[in-house]
């Protein structure tokens, strides 16, 4: 096992993994950012993920193909959906499909820091989120 | 795990499967004792707010507006008992209350009008006054959902109808908790969100019915408050200047928007529980 949590991030606004890029690589996260989802597949076949990061609604793949598709080759791999439109069933049909959590934008950096970090501290690792990630409110996505 | 709101129609054995609900998922199970607490933070008789949620409207009874008034008191202390810990709710109409947050599973129990006639059928009513009694209850309710929440009470309004008639009734308490247990009603980030902001709209708002005595809804997103009440535009900076007193010591809001409708001919749309 890696010593540090293997992020993907993948969202179709660039600005998005860039910053989360930012954020979670203060916390200890190795973390590599898509913005085209057949990359980040490709990726996702090439390497194995500890948390994957994910947008929802990007052109002709969803968020919800992309939890399907990193579960089958890695079920342990926590999958969090972030989206702009959010709305209960969609929650409901992303956790039932195995999410780790649902988050809707925009959102806070440190709402995003706080649940890799609890995936990330579930997974065996061993981060300090409050001495390392401190928040910067600029940074909302 | 999520909370439980369960509404049972009268004359079934709802009050008896909600409470087996609660002790299967070793969850304090809330009832009645909802309007005493109700009564304690916003200082309004429990009694007044059990018959503005229960009884039927009636030529002498509440009015409709001092109900809804009364009735965001109760709104809103459930919304807070909810963000403080998971619990199930016995009540009628929770399919109105706090709609669209995934991990509240609401649940209506009913059952056939043979089986609830015969309920209501005891040594005190003759089974040719029953079905006038079931009916009459469930159009009091339908009333009630009108009233208040401005809206009827449907089966589609909840995420589970349990007919106790086809059912025993431990059946309906496993199929309940299964559900409520089930991944799609885990506590999402978005959906714990999605309730404080509702918690804290709901408190706002019945701080302000109260207070001003006005027909008012209120929308929390992202620390705004936007604020629709039903009074003349003068009244906007009173409002504001209330408005701002209250979120003051409330936890979420950054700014107030303020919007009054002064007309009863164009009135608040049915507010987003």
């Not at chain 1, 096992?1 to 179709?12: A, G, H, I, N, R």
């Not at chain 1, 499909?97 to 990330?120: C, H, S, T």
Request: glycine letters at 6%.
């Amino acid at each position: 096992m890696e010593t540090k949590p293997q992020v993907l991030v993948l969202d179709d606004e660039g600005l998005v993994g860039k910053r989360l890029t930012s954020v979670l690589g203060r916390i200890g996260c190795d973390v590599e950012a898509f913005d085209d989802p057949q990359q980040a597949l490709r990726r996702t076949d090439e390497k194995e993920f500890d948390i994957v990061v994910t947008d929802v609604v990007m052109g002709d793949v969803d968020g919800i193909q992309v939890l399907e598709r990193v579960h089958a080759a890695c079920p342990r791999t926590r999958v969090i959906l972030i989206t702009a439109y959010a709305m209960m069933s969609m929650a409901r049909r992303a956790m039932e499909r195995g999410a780790y959590d649902f988050v809707a934008k925009p959102f806070r950096p440190e709402e995003i820091r706080e649940v890799v970090l609890r995936a990330a501290r579930e997974l065996g690792f061993e981060l300090n989120g409050a001495e390392l990630g401190e928040a910067n409110p600029d940074e909302a996505p | 795990m999520s909370s439980v709101l369960i509404s049972s129609r009268s004359f079934t054995e709802g009050p008896e499967v909600a409470a087996a609900v609660a002790e299967a998922l070793g969850l304090e199970m809330v009832g009645e004792s909802l309007y005493e607490v109700a009564e304690q933070h916003f200082a309004v008789p429990a009694d007044a707010l059990q018959r503005a949620m229960e009884q039927g409207p009636s030529l002498c009874g509440m009015s409709s507006s001092r109900r809804r008034r009364l009735a965001w008191c109760v709104r809103a202390t459930l919304a807070r008992r909810l963000t403080e810990a998971d619990a199930v709710y016995h009540a009628a109409l929770c399919g109105q209350f706090l709609r669209g947050i995934a991990h509240l599973l609401k649940v209506r129990i009913t059952a056939s009008p043979e089986a609830r006639c015969k309920a209501a059928a005891g040594s005190d009513v003759p089974e040719s006054q029953a079905l006038r009694r079931v009916e009459a209850s469930d159009r009091v309710q339908n009333e009630i959902a009108r009233m208040v929440f401005g809206l009827d009470d449907l089966d589609s309004d909840y995420d589970l109808v349990i007919d106790l008639s086809q059912t025993e009734r431990q059946g309906a308490v496993d199929e309940i908790v299964a559900a409520a247990q089930s991944p799609a009603c885990r506590p999402t980030t978005f959906s714990k969100n999605q309730l404080r902001d509702r918690q804290v709209a709901q408190e706002l708002a019945a701080r302000l019915a109260c207070d001003l005595s006005i027909e008012v809804d209120v929308r929390v997103h992202g620390g705004t408050a936007e604020i629709r009440a039903q009074a003349p535009e003068r009244k906007r900076e009173k409002i504001r200047a209330r408005a701002e007193s209250h979120a003051a010591v409330l936890e979420g809001i950054d700014r107030i928007s303020v919007e009054t409708v002064d007309s009863w001919l164009n009135p608040l749309p049915a507010s987003l529980r």
